[in-house]
Structure formats: structure tokens, C-alpha cells
Nanobody, 121 residues
Framework: QVQVAESGGGLVQAGGSLRLSCAAAGPGRFFRTDAMGWYRQAPGKERELVATLTSRGRTDYADSVKVRFTISRDNAENTVLLQMNNLQPEDTGVYYC?????????????WGQGTHVTISA
């Protein structure tokens, strides 16, 4: 059973910073993840990509966060961090972590429960 858990959300004022953390855990000593990433869903809107990072170091960011957010990961621990600086009210939403896990034949996606981020003006 693969589990994905996020932490680090909260309430900050505009211009502040938060760091989100996500850990993926699974069965077996050789459990590993491929890409891991962050998505967010603002009230009344669809879930959107924030940032992703593959196990080989390839990153992908939403244009709106490129110069403010940084994604990083620890492959050995199957964790991914999202450092968010200069937060703005439009960054408010529920932030979800996704882990791509290789199987014998393909890949599977696993999602965390989400962590709330609220930015006050």
C-alpha cells in the first residue's frame, strides 16, 4: 500500500513564505518513486500543476510560480519539498502531492490528502 502525505500548509500574509513537504512510502525495501510533484486547487477552480520534479532532476513549473517557488527532492527518502516565497492571495488553495510509482508493467499515480495554504492580503 503506497501512502503519500503532505505537511507544511498554513496561513501567511502576502509576501511571506511557506515550505511544503511530501513523503511517499510503500512496501518493500526497494520502493521508489519516479516523478513527484505539487498541484493545487483554488476554491471554485480545477486542480492545476504547480511544480514537478523527476528522479533524474527534470523540473516543470507553472508560469505563475516559476520565479517564486522551488521544488526539490530527496530520492533516497522519496520526499519532495516545495519552497514558496513571495506568496500572494492567488496562491491560496489546497496543495496536493502526487507520486508516480513504477510497477512491473507501467506507472501508477498516488495522491496525498492535501494541505491548505491561505494567503491573506
Amino acid at each position: 500500500q503506497v501512502q503519500v502525505a503532505e505537511s507544511g500548509g498554513g496561513l501567511v500574509q502576502a509576501g511571506g513564505s511557506l515550505r511544503l513537504s511530501c513523503a511517499a512510502a510503500g512496501p518493500g525495501r526497494f520502493f521508489r518513486t519516479d516523478a513527484m510533484g505539487w498541484y493545487r486547487q483554488a476554491p471554485g477552480k480545477e486542480r492545476e500543476l504547480v511544480a514537478t520534479l523527476t528522479s533524474r532532476g527534470r523540473t516543470d513549473y507553472a508560469d505563475s510560480v516559476k520565479v517564486r517557488f522551488t521544488i526539490s527532492r530527496d530520492n533516497a527518502e522519496n520526499t519532495v519539498l516545495l519552497q514558496m516565497n513571495n506568496l500572494q492571495p492567488e496562491d491560496t488553495g489546497v496543495y496536493y502531492c502526487k507520486a508516480i510509482v513504477p510497477t512491473m508493467e507501467t506507472f501508477r499515480e498516488y495522491w496525498g490528502q492535501g494541505t491548505h495554504v491561505t494567503i491573506s492580503a
